[in-house]
């Protein structure tokens, strides 16, 4: 996530001069992403759990057991991506403090 921040404190916009404006335009579009990737999550969530239920109607016990253990490990692995990405968005105020402190200190020569 750092890196989308650099990412746009480093371009260049048209008619934008000053690179902390270019910087609250990073996070504002890393909040919004996250808050329509949030949701898609959500999303994502309940169709696993219509896969749940469609795993239960399988005749095949070693088949269910098989894909309830795979889907298991998905429901993991996506409780993993949201925790991370909401740990993420907790650091965007300190990675906007600390880029726009290197600002500061380009701008004197340090």
Known sequence: MSNVVLLFA???????LDPNLRLDDAVIHVMSC???LE????DLSRHLDAVDQVIDHLGDVSLQQS????????RQALVRARQELRDE???LPSLRRRAAD????NRSGR
């Open 10 to 16: 480093n371009e260049r916009h048209d008619g934008v």
């Open 34 to 36: 996250s808050a329509t």
């Open 39 to 42: 949701g898609r999550l959500h």
């Open 67 to 74: 894909l309830r253990g795979r889907a298991l490990a998905g």
């Open 89 to 91: 968005l907790r650091n």
């Open 102 to 105: 290197r600002m500061v200190s």
